[in-house]
């Protein structure tokens, strides 16, 4: 049975909620308190949702510290606009949800900006073993890094920077592709130890010997070196981010790129899971908020 299916009302959504961040057995959020003896509060005899904590006394309810927090739109509309969001491979656009949850188009785009947020990896586990990593340039007109030093025109592409191992892939807009941008990155999110395997652009030489570097020549139509090393799954990450943003967004604002970067990289990081227990993982860790300043909104 479709999971949406069992989902028809602002309980069944509150309640699927207390199960996932629950597990059954309400957790205080202001002094981490857990038990099932917290009062269940209610408002003109019916019970929605609101407790009061045993131990500290504070009021709370299953979306505290999470995405909805303080939200005025239903669980239900979230939940649709979340599952719809996260099962399309391409997303859901503003002015389609709008119609489908029966809010402005304004709004629809805010709730999709605030799943995006949550798109973020938020456990950072250092990358291990052998770690592809390469960069790519977004938006503008000129042809990438080799043009970088000619000076900068306000078309100029957004350089962006990948790194992967297996399924899971981060990608992060930077301020450049200098030694010192991906040496920072490298000492920051790859454990010592691990192989690191990148095209021949001379930036990323000079790595502590920790790391084993291994270089394919892509400038001599190399794709695997002699050790049998390859960039692929970058690579085809790159592609699928660059179709992805060419085909749904049209245009990207450069200060909106990490978000779509955080998106694509999401898809891609779950894309073996099924529908259902993607929902469900997202649902558990969605604790970021986003407000309407954070975004410093400008309707696209
Ligand atoms: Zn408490």
New binding site residues.
């Given amino acids: 049975m479709h999971l949406m299916e069992n989902l028809r009302s602002e309980d069944d959504c509150r309640l699927f909620l207390e199960n996932v961040r629950w597990q059954g057995t309400p957790v205080?959020?202001?002094?981490?308190?857990i038990s099932d003896k917290?009062h269940r509060l209610k408002t003109q005899g019916t019970f929605n949702g609101l407790y009061k904590?045993?131990?500290?006394?504070?009021r709370?309810t299953v979306t505290v510290g999470t995405m909805f927090e303080g939200s005025h739109i239903t669980l239900l509309k979230w939940f649709y606009a979340i599952y719809v969001f996260l099962s399309h491979k391409k997303g859901i656009s503003s002015t389609q949800l709008s119609k489908d949850i029966n809010v402005t188009q304004k709004t629809a785009w805010f709730i999709l900006a605030r799943i995006r947020c949550n798109m973020k990896e938020c456990e950072r586990v250092l990358f291990d073993g052998i770690v592809q990593m390469d960069e790519t340039y977004v938006g503008g007109k000129n042809k990438g890094r080799f043009k970088n030093n000619l000076g900068r025109s306000i078309k100029q592409k957004t350089p962006v920077v990948g790194v992967l191992t297996g399924d899971r892939v981060i990608a992060m807009v930077v301020p450049d592709t200098t030694r010192r941008t991906l040496h920072t990155i490298i000492y920051g999110l790859i454990k010592p130890g691990s192989t690191i395997v990148t095209d021949e652009w001379p930036a990323y030489n000079g790595l502590s010997n920790e790391y084993v570097h291994e270089t394919v020549e892509h400038n001599l139509r190399q794709y695997v070196n002699n050790a049998g090393f390859h960039t692929n799954g970058i690579e085809g990450f790159w592609s699928h981010l660059k179709r992805g943003l060419k085909g749904i967004y049209h245009f990207v604002k450069p200060k909106y790129l990490q978000m779509y970067c955080n998106e694509f990289a999401y898809r891609y990081t779950t894309r073996k899971m099924h529908d259902a227990e993607r929902f469900i993982q997202f649902l558990s860790r969605s604790t970021v908020r986003c407000r309407y300043s954070d975004l410093q909104l400008n309707i696209m």
Wanted: proline share 7%.
């Fill in positions: 205080c959020p202001h002094c981490g308190s917290h904590c045993k131990d500290c006394r504070k709370f």
